[in-house]
Every structure is written in structure tokens, then in C-alpha cells.
């Protein structure tokens, strides 16, 4: 079973960027697709980013293609999210996740990942 920590997140202007960590423990981190989704106050948790067990394939919610960056490094066990441009609706918690499923194809849908990370606030403030 593994663990997930995301780091890197806080107050920032818009316009600016940040870079989310997320590093796992406990299991064999190269054989999990990984996500990150955000949920702001009220809101349901929603999709941002996907990568495939390799990094060879992302996917990208609509609302940050072209600003957000997935990446990981099976090397030292952590995924990333490279967000640039920030805007105030960005603002929410941002969680990573870990698919186990066999699959080719990265999933968007929250109930296909099976673990999760505690959360990092992101504020980006106007």
C-alpha cells in the first residue's frame, strides 16, 4: 500500500507560479498512474492531471492546459505539478493520487484512484 505527501503549495499572486511535490512510500511507486485533483470550498473535488506509469502520456483538465505541467520521476518516487500562470480560481486544495488499475490509459475520475495524499492548500490571491 502506498503513501502519498504533497508539498509545495502556499500564497501566491496571480500571474505566479508554483510547483507541487508529491512523494510515496510503501509501495512500487513506478506501477502506479498518478493523478493530482484540487477541491475548492463548496466545490466537488475535480480532475486536474494525469500521467501514465512511465510519464510517456498526460492528460490535462481544459481549465489548466497549457499553464500546468505533470511530470514524475520513478527514480526518486514523486510526482509533480508545474503550475504556471495561477489565477484566483485556481485557488483550492490540490491532492495526489495513486491508480493501481492495469489499464493503458490515465484515468479522470476520482473513484479509480485508490490512494491518497493529505492535501496542499493553494491560494492565489487577485
Known amino acids: 500500500q502506498v503513501q502519498l505527501v504533497e508539498s509545495g503549495g502556499g500564497l501566491v499572486q496571480a500571474g505566479g507560479s508554483l510547483r507541487l511535490s508529491c512523494a510515496a512510500s510503501g509501495g512500487a511507486f513506478s506501477s502506479y498512474k498518478m493523478g493530482w485533483f484540487r477541491q475548492a470550498p463548496g466545490k466537488e473535488r475535480e480532475f486536474v492531471a494525469a500521467?501514465?506509469?512511465?510519464?510517456?502520456?498526460?492528460s490535462y483538465a481544459n481549465s489548466v492546459k497549457g499553464r500546468f505541467t505533470i511530470s514524475r520521476d520513478n527514480a526518486k518516487n514523486t510526482v509533480y505539478l508545474q503550475m504556471n500562470s495561477l489565477k484566483p480560481e485556481d485557488t483550492a486544495v490540490y491532492y495526489c493520487?495513486?491508480?493501481?488499475?492495469?489499464?493503458?490509459?490515465?484515468?479522470?475520475?476520482?473513484?479509480?484512484?485508490?490512494?491518497w495524499g493529505q492535501g496542499t492548500q493553494v491560494t492565489v490571491s487577485s
Open positions: 500521467i501514465n506509469r512511465s510519464g510517456a502520456s498526460t
Open positions: 493520487a495513486a491508480d493501481p488499475s492495469r489499464t493503458i490509459l490515465v484515468n479522470t475520475r476520482p473513484r479509480y484512484y485508490d490512494y
